[in-house]
C-alpha cells in the first residue's frame, strides 16, 4: 500500500512537472500568445476559486452563494498589502506570498466569523444568508474609502506571472487533496452523507462544519489575491452574485465532491466562452444554452463525486478498458 | 412630516411591486421547492413584451398588461416543462443550477434581440399628479398599488376557493398524498409557473412603467430584492411574500431617503442576514422539526 502511494506521488509530480515543462516550452516556442497565457492564468484562477468552493459544497454539503465575497476580501487584503508593501525592497515573490497569504487568513477569519452563525442553518438558507453576506461585504467594499469605493482600486503592483500562478494552483489543489482524504476530510464527507448519524458516531459536526467553511473562503482569498496580482485593477462590482453563481456552476457541472472535476470544468468553463468569440453576440446564449442542456442530462455533474487519478487511468490503459464497463475495475480495484 | 408621507406611499409603491415578483419565487418553492432564479429574467421578459405591444399596436395600458402577462405565463410554462422537469428527481443543486443557467440565456437573449442599450418605456399610464391633501401623488405610483393589491386579492381568492388553487396547495404540501388523491401534480405544478410568471410580469410592466426604462439585465436587481423579500416572509407562503415584498420596499425607500442610498443595499441584505439568523424561516413560517 505505502509502495503504491509513493509510486502514485512520484507520478503525479512528475506529470506536473512535465506539464509546466511543457507549458514553458510553449510559451518559449510563441505557440501561446499573451492573449492565450492570459486565459490559461484565469483558468489557475478559477481552478483555486472552484476547488476551494468544492470543499464547503461538494465535500461539505453545504450551498454557498457568497464565494466571491470571499474571493473580494482577499482581493482587496492582498492588493492593499502589497501597495503598502511596495517601496519596501522586498523580491516580488516575497512580497506577493507576504500579501496572499495575509488576503487567505483575513478570507479564513472572516469566514470563520460568517460561518458559526451561518452554518446553523441548512439547504436553502444557508445558500440564501451566505448570498446575503457575500452582496453585504460588496456593498461595504464599494463604500470605504481604504478600498477607492466604486472608483476602483488602482496602482496594484504586477506581481502574479504564469509562474507563480502555476504553482500556487498547485500547492492549493494538493493541500486540498491530501485534506479531503485525511481523517478531516472523512469527517467533512460524513457530514455531507448525513449530519445526523455523523453527530451520532461522534463527530463535532459544528466544529468541521465551520473548520471546513472557513478554509474554503482561506483559499478563495488566495484565489482573490491571484486576480488582484494579475489584473491590476479591482473594482468591487466584480465580485457580484453572478461571479459567486459562475465559480459555483464550475464545481457543480465538475461534479460536487471531485476535485479534479472540479479542475476540468475550471478548464472547460474558462475556455468556452472564449472560444466562443466567434459568435460575438450569441456567445453568453450558446453558453447558457449549454450549460442548461448539460444540468439536465448529467444533473451529477462530469464526475460525480469520483476522482480522476493517473494510476487508475494508467491501469485502465494497460488492461485495455478504457472504453469497456468502468464497473468492472471499481469492483476489482 | 409630508415628506415622510410621501415616502412612505413610494415605499408601499416600490414594496407592491416587489411583493407580486416575490409571489412568483415563493409559489414556485412552495410547489417543486425550487428557487427559480430565472424568475426575475421572467419579470425583465414580461417588460420587453409590454413595449413590443406598445410599439406594434398601440393598445390601451390595460390590453397591453394582459397581452404582456399571457406571454409571460406562457414562456414560465415552456421553460418548466423544457428545463425543470426533466430534472424534478436530481439532486436539488442541479436544479438550481438550471434555473441560473436558464436565467443568464434569457438575459442573453434578450441582449441578442433587443440590443444592451436601455428602451425608453413609453408612458402608456398618463402621467398626472394627483392631490390628496398635502401630499402630492403620481397616477402611476397610485396605478402601482392598485393594480399590485387587486392581483394579490384575486390570487388570495384563486388559491383559497378555485379547485386548481386548492390542488397547489395541496401538492405543495404533500406531492405524494396529492398524487394518491387524484391531483394532476404535473398540470398543477404548470398552472402555478403560469401564475407565478404572469405575476412576474406584472411586476416588470410596472416596474418599467416607473422607471420608464426596459434593459436586459433589469430583472436582476429587482428579482433579487423580491426574492429577499419571499424569504423574509418566509418562503413558500404567499402572505409571506405580500408582507415581505412592503416591508422591504418601505425599508429600502426609507433608508434611501433618510440614511443612505449607497447603503441601502448592504442594510436590506443586513436585514435579511438577521432575519435568518433569528428565524430561519422567515417571520410567518413556521418551524419544521428535524426528523431522524
Known sequence: ?333 | MNIFLQQLINGLSVGSIYAVIALGYTMVYGIIRLINFAHGDIMMMGAYFAFITVFATGMPFYMVLIVSMVLAAVLGVTIESLAYKPLRKAPRISALITAIGMSLFLQNLALVIFRADPKIMPAIIPKRPIMIGPIQIGTVTITTIALSIFFMVLLDFFVKKTKPGKSMRAVSEDKEASILMGINVNKTISITFAIGSALGALGGVLYSVAYTQVFPTMGVMPGLKAFVAAVFGGIGLIPGAMLGGFVIGMIETITKAYISSQWSDAIVFGILIIVLLIKPTGILGKNEREKV
Not at chain 1, 33 to 60: E, H, K, P
Not at chain 1, 140 to 148: A, D, V
Not at chain 1, 256 to 270: D, N, P, R
Open chain 1, 1 to 333: 500500500m505505502a509502495k503504491i502511494s509513493i509510486k502514485n506521488y512520484i507520478m503525479n509530480v512528475l506529470a506536473i512537472v512535465i506539464l509546466y515543462a511543457l507549458l514553458k516550452f510553449l510559451i518559449w516556442n510563441g505557440v501561446i500568445s499573451r492573449y492565450y497565457l492570459g486565459i490559461i492564468i484565469f483558468i489557475c484562477i478559477n481552478i483555486v476559486l472552484a476547488t476551494s468552493l468544492n470543499l464547503a459544497t461538494g465535500f461539505l454539503g453545504q450551498l454557498a452563494l457568497g464565494h466571491a465575497g470571499f474571493m473580494a476580501i482577499g482581493a482587496y487584503v492582498s492588493a492593499i498589502t502589497a501597495i503598502s508593501l511596495k517601496g519596501s525592497g522586498l523580491p516580488n515573490t516575497v512580497m506577493l506570498i507576504i500579501s496572499l497569504l495575509l488576503a487567505a487568513i483575513f478570507a479564513g477569519v472572516i469566514g470563520i466569523l460568517i460561518g458559526i452563525p451561518a452554518l446553523r442553518l441548512k439547504g436553502d438558507y444557508l445558500g440564501i444568508i451566505t448570498l446575503g453576506f457575500g452582496e453585504v461585504i460588496r456593498v461595504f467594499i464599494n463604500n470605504i474609502k481604504m478600498t477607492g469605493g466604486a472608483q476602483g482600486l488602482t496602482g496594484i503592483p504586477r506581481i502574479s506571472n504564469i509562474d507563480n500562478i502555476f504553482w500556487i494552483t498547485v500547492v492549493v489543489v494538493t493541500i486540498l487533496y491530501t485534506l479531503t482524504n485525511s481523517r478531516h476530510g472523512r469527517a467533512i464527507k460524513s457530514i455531507r452523507e448525513d449530519e445526523i448519524a455523523a453527530e451520532a458516531v461522534g463527530i463535532q459536526t459544528t466544529k468541521y462544519k465551520v473548520m471546513g467553511f472557513a478554509i474554503a473562503a482561506f483559499f478563495a482569498g488566495i484565489g482573490g489575491g491571484m486576480y488582484a496580482h494579475y489584473i491590476a485593477f479591482l473594482d468591487p462590482n466584480t465580485f457580484n452574485f453572478m461571479r459567486s453563481v459562475e465559480i459555483l456552476v464550475i464545481v457543480v457541472l465538475g461534479g460536487m465532491g471531485s476535485l479534479t472535476g472540479s479542475v476540468i470544468a475550471a478548464i472547460v468553463l474558462t475556455i468556452l466562452p472564449e472560444a466562443l468569440r466567434d459568435f460575438a453576440n450569441y456567445r453568453l446564449l450558446i453558453y447558457s444554452g449549454l450549460l442548461v442542456i448539460m444540468m439536465i442530462f448529467r444533473p451529477q455533474g462530469l464526475f460525480g463525486t469520483t476522482e480522476f487519478s493517473l494510476s487508475g487511468f494508467l491501469y485502465k490503459l494497460r488492461h485495455n478498458q478504457i472504453f469497456s464497463s468502468r464497473k468492472k475495475i471499481e469492483e476489482g480495484d
